[in-house]
T-cell receptor, first 113, second 110 residues
Framework: GAGVSQSPSNKVTEKGKDVELRCDPI?????LYWYRQSLGQGLEFLIY????????KSGLPSDRFSAERTGGSVSTLTIQRTQQEDSAVYLC???????????FGQGTRLTVV | KQEVTQIPAALSVPEGENLVLNCSFT??????LQWFRQDPGKGLTSLLL?????REQTSGRLNASLDKSSGRSTLYIAASQPGDSATYLC?????????FGTGTRLQVFP
């Protein structure tokens, strides 16, 4: 596609439910990032995928968070047993190489009620 | 641990002014540096990427410089316009992740 695509754009869920957020990177981009942006805050790194290498999960805030990247393309971020503090905008980015220009999607706004 | 700071945090200027936004980082061992803009409720739009071997990059009215040894980058916006109003973020590439500053919120009024 022309850019990084994220779905859904908005998600409202009840506390305790699981949610899946999807990211379609730019075709051919080997690097994929997930970030979280809470209201009025900066970007918090969550996880990084590069090609077939093991992902860098060092930013995941708890074991309720997990992510996978299938076939080196689409990525899914899963949050289990959602909590109100998980409410934020989740942003995905991809780049052609691991230090190349990063392009961001429009984000998924998650609200936990 | 890499820390990225942006000054000022907010800036309000009349249309037509030339602006300088500052970004500083504590660890000079970076690979690249990228500037983004973020409009309210939107994702990030890439403005400029500066390779670690470069000292500056230009795109239209934007010019970004990089001084790795002193841990600083500046984004220069010439002849500012109301459409430039947004939050500007710098990010450095450290090992395997982009580390972001907290941004400068710019408002350009007519």
């Amino acid at each position: 596609g022309a850019g990084v695509s994220q779905s859904p754009s908005n998600k409202v869920t009840e506390k305790g439910k699981d949610v899946e957020l999807r990211c379609d990177p730019i075709s051919g981009h080997t690097a994929l990032y997930w970030y979280r942006q809470s209201l009025g805050q900066g970007l918090e790194f969550l996880i990084y995928f590069q090609g077939n290498s093991a992902p860098d999960k060092s930013g995941l805030p708890s074991d309720r968070f997990s992510a996978e990247r299938t076939g080196g393309s689409v990525s899914t971020l899963t949050i289990q047993r959602t909590q109100q503090e998980d409410s934020a905008v989740y942003l995905c980015a991809s780049s052609q190489t691991w230090t190349g220009e990063a392009f961001f999607g429009q984000g998924t706004r998650l609200t936990v009620v | 641990k890499q820390e990225v700071t942006q000054i000022p945090a907010a800036l309000s200027v009349p249309e037509g002014e030339n602006l300088v936004l500052n970004c500083s980082f504590t660890d000079s061992a970076i690979y690249n540096l990228q500037w983004f803009r973020q409009d309210p409720g939107k994702g990030l739009t890439s403005l400029l990427l500066i390779q670690s071997s470069q000292r500056e990059q230009t795109s239209g009215r934007l010019n970004a410089s990089l001084d790795k040894s002193s841990g600083r980058s500046t984004l220069y916006i010439a002849a500012s316009q109301p459409g430039d109003s947004a939050t500007y973020l710098c990010a450095v590439y450290n090992t395997d992740k982009l580390i972001f500053g907290t941004g400068t919120r710019l408002q350009v009024f007519p």
